[in-house]
C-alpha cells in the first residue's frame, strides 16, 4: 500500500538528548513536511523540503533540523536547544502543481521529561 | 494567524447532513480552499479542495460563494466515524504547499 510512514510512535526521552523522528513516504512525491501539534491546538510548520537536498524554515524551526537526501526520506531531529519538545508530530508528504494535496502520517508522540 | 474563521464546534445528527461553515474573506485570487479533518490522535486526512467551482468526491462537497469568501463542506450522511475536528484553509501554489492550520470545528456526530 502507498503512504506514509513515521516511526516510532511513541517516543520518550530524556531532557538534554537528540532525537531523530523517521519519515518515509512511497508516493513518489517530491515535496515533504514536518509538523509539531500541541494538546487543543492546530497543526504548525516546522520544516518542509521541495526537493531533495533542499529544505526551509517554517514557523517554528527552532530547535530541529532536518535533512533531505533521498525522495523518499525526510527525517526530523528534535534537539535539546528546543524548549517544549513534548508533543506530537505530524510528516506529511505531496505531489507539486497548482494545488497541493497534503497525505499525511500517524504521527509519533514525543515525551520528553 | 490563520486565514479562515470556522465555529468552534457543532453536532450533526447521524444520517443527517452535516455543513460546516468557513469563512476566508481575505482569500486571494491564485488561493485553494482545501479541508481535511483529524480523527483523535491521528494524522489529518485530505477530504476536498475547489478554487472557484464547487466540487463533490466520496467524502464530500465543497460549495464556494461566487465571491469566494466563504466555503460550506457538506457530508452528505454523517456517521459515527465523521467524528473529528474539520479545517479548512487556504492556500496558494505560491506557498509550496505550506498549510497554516487554525483550531478547526470539533463536529460530533451522535446516534
Known amino acids: 500500500d502507498g503512504g506514509i510512514t513515521q516511526s516510532p510512535k511513541y517516543l520518550f526521552r530524556k531532557e538534554g538528548q537528540n532525537v531523530t523522528l523517521s519519515c518515509e513516504q512511497n508516493?513518489?512525491?517530491?515535496?515533504m513536511y514536518w509538523y509539531r501539534q500541541d494538546p487543543g491546538q492546530g497543526l504548525r510548520l516546522i520544516y518542509y523540503s521541495q526537493i531533495v537536498n533542499d529544505f526551509q524554515k517554517g514557523d517554528i524551526a527552532e530547535g530541529y533540523s532536518v535533512s533531505r537526501e533521498k525522495k523518499e526520506s525526510f527525517p526530523l531531529t528534535v534537539t535539546s536547544a528546543q524548549k517544549n519538545p513534548t508533543a506530537f508530530y505530524l510528516c506529511?508528504?505531496?505531489?507539486?502543481?497548482?494545488?497541493?494535496?497534503?497525505?499525511f502520517g500517524p504521527g509519533t508522540r514525543l515525551t520528553v521529561t | 494567524d490563520a486565514k479562515t474563521t470556522q465555529p468552534p464546534s457543532m453536532d450533526c445528527a447521524e444520517g443527517r447532513a452535516a455543513n460546516l461553515p468557513c469563512n476566508h474573506s481575505t482569500i486571494s485570487g491564485n488561493e485553494y480552499v482545501y479541508w481535511y479533518r483529524q480523527i483523535h490522535s491521528q494524522g489529518p486526512q485530505y477530504i476536498i479542495h475547489g478554487l472557484k467551482n464547487n466540487e463533490t468526491n466520496e467524502m464530500a462537497s465543497l460549495i464556494i460563494t461566487e465571491d469566494r469568501k466563504s466555503s460550506t463542506l457538506i457530508l452528505p450522511h454523517a456517521t459515527l466515524r465523521d467524528t473529528a475536528v474539520y479545517y479548512c484553509?487556504?492556500?496558494?501554489?505560491?506557498?509550496?504547499?505550506?498549510?497554516?492550520f487554525g483550531a478547526g470545528t470539533q463536529v460530533v456526530v451522535t446516534p
Open positions: 506529511a508528504s505531496s505531489n507539486q502543481g497548482l494545488s497541493y494535496e497534503q497525505y
Open positions: 484553509i487556504v492556500s496558494s501554489a505560491d506557498s509550496w504547499g505550506k498549510l497554516q
Open positions: 508516493l513518489n512525491h517530491d515535496a
